[in-house]
């Protein structure tokens, strides 16, 4: 017999036997709708009111069950998976506009930032950085902006790594001062307008820690005081901004070109740059000198139209993250002397001791100064052993798949080659011993959202 007679006599038999199971059904239906009506109608008007007062009850119950849960279960999201991503990061196919002025001449605008709530039980001995962890599974490595909306309330974090980033701060404007701190001429009012807002922010959110004065400021920690009516000041108006802050700090200026230029900047912790390299320069140099991956085709547009188009209103926030392999915060010797002509990844020792191995994160924010229109960067850096944070559920396993999913432009960026065998090894290792323990890899999002 052939394949295709007994499938054909199978599906005849399937068939029929489908039919009697249907026909009985039917039957079955018809009898319990007969029963249930000859119930019924034996029922006196009495218990008839009463059981359909019950079903309304029970269908009202299921609705009101259903409504609380799905409230509570969007409470209990406190943080966006992913980031928002603004209409301004989108780039534009048209030129630039300039919002009914002149390119480089700004009209001063009246809105100034509101005052913030004093930071929840803030302390310089336990309040512990965020856990800034902005990277993604893989496969894919997607080159953006990765910009998402910001309350002014949180434009500075502090915590108790203060003290280590104040002193290595004081320690590098002391021995490197012009070559980490520096504001031109056109860019002394902005610098001067940033040093207000801090002076402004700083006491009201971390009362604990800053206190105003009649001229400026007074570190309550620290003692130091801060005169920022003086003329001149007595230090250059961006490194006095750095001593109040853990980030490091850059105003970009528009010029009649339409272009932003870097004009002043206190950059005294940034690992792998040097304000004296990029400083005077337009946007698109800056990143373009750097290497950085993919800016001319995925980047330069949508940045160039979110500069023009940021209102003082607005403040957006971004992430990124690097692997070091040396312990120093304010400069990453690995890769060469600060002072030396060049520097690059090719100078740094090839697969280290994971014990040499720190993760480090940048979290930026953009705003503009409505008096000067000047945008100000502030760059915070998150520097932590890897040792550390492998032990925090979820991060091996989705660190390492992040670093698996750059591209050969970004490992070379980042300098994988010189850890990246060293590194996967370590965290597969704990990613697996996480599993090993239970770890429901399900439940992630539930736990962790970007960027954290």
Not at 124 to 139: A, M, N, S, V, W
Not at 244 to 254: K, N, R
Not at 274 to 300: C, N, W
Request: proline letters at 6%.
């Amino acid at each position: 017999m052939g394949t295709s007679t007994i499938l054909e006599r199978a599906h005849e038999e399937v068939s029929q036997y489908a039919g009697k199971v249907y026909t009985s059904c039917q039957e079955a239906s018809r009898n319990s709708i007969s029963a249930l009506k000859t119930e019924w109608s034996g029922l006196s008007s009495q218990k008839r009111s009463a059981y359909a007062g019950a079903l309304v009850f029970l269908l009202l119950s299921t609705v009101i069950t259903y409504v609380i849960r799905r409230r509570n279960r969007n409470k209990s999201v406190v943080r966006p998976s992913s980031p928002t991503a603004p209409a301004l990061e989108k780039a534009v196919s048209s030129g630039p506009r300039n919002q009914g002025r002149e390119w480089g001449k700004w009209i001063p605008s009246d809105f100034r930032m509101p005052k913030p709530d004093p930071y929840p039980d803030w302390s310089i001995e336990t309040t512990k950085p965020l856990p800034y962890r902005p990277f993604r599974y893989g496969p894919k490595y997607n080159v953006t902006m990765g910009l998402r909306t910001l309350k002014h309330v949180d434009w500075i974090e502090l915590d108790n790594h203060f003290p280590r980033y104040h002193a290595d701060k004081a320690r590098r404007i002391k021995g490197r001062g012009q070559k980490c701190c520096r504001t031109a001429p056109e860019a002394f009012e902005a610098a001067v307008e940033l040093l207000e807002d801090l002076v402004d922010y700083l006491p009201a959110r971390y009362p604990t820690l800053y206190k105003r004065t009649k001229v400026g400021i007074d570190n309550l920690w620290s003692g130091e005081s801060f005169d920022i009516m003086a003329r001149p000041l007595l230090e250059d108006p961006m490194q006095m901004c750095a001593r109040l802050v853990q980030d490091d700090l850059a105003l970009m200026l528009e010029r009649p070109d339409s272009q932003y230029y870097l004009a002043a900047g206190a950059i005294l912790l940034p690992g792998f740059w040097r304000l004296e390299d990029k400083y005077g320069m337009a946007l698109s140099e800056i990143h373009t000198s750097g290497d950085v991956p993919q800016f001319k085709e995925k980047l330069e547009k949508g940045m160039l139209n979110f500069f023009r188009r940021l209102k003082p209103e607005e403040m957006v926030a971004r992430n990124n993250y690097f692997l070091q392999v040396d312990d120093e915060l304010g400069w990453s010797w690995s890769i060469g002397s600060e002072d030396a002509p060049e520097v690059s990844w090719n100078t740094a020792e090839k697969n280290r001791a994971i014990e040499n191995h720190y993760f480090r994160s940048e979290r930026q924010t953009l705003r503009r100064l409505p008096r000067t229109g000047a945008v100000v960067f502030t760059i915070r850096t998150y520097f932590h052993p890897i040792t550390d944070i492998a032990k925090e559920d979820y991060v091996p396993g989705r660190l390492a798949s992040a670093v698996r999913s750059w591209g050969d432009d970004v490992s070379r960026y980042k300098g994988k080659d010189k850890y990246g065998e060293v590194l996967l090894e370590y965290l597969d290792k704990k990613h697996e011993e996480q599993v090993a323990r239970g770890l429901e890899l399900s439940k992630e999002d539930e736990v962790r959202a970007y960027p954290y």
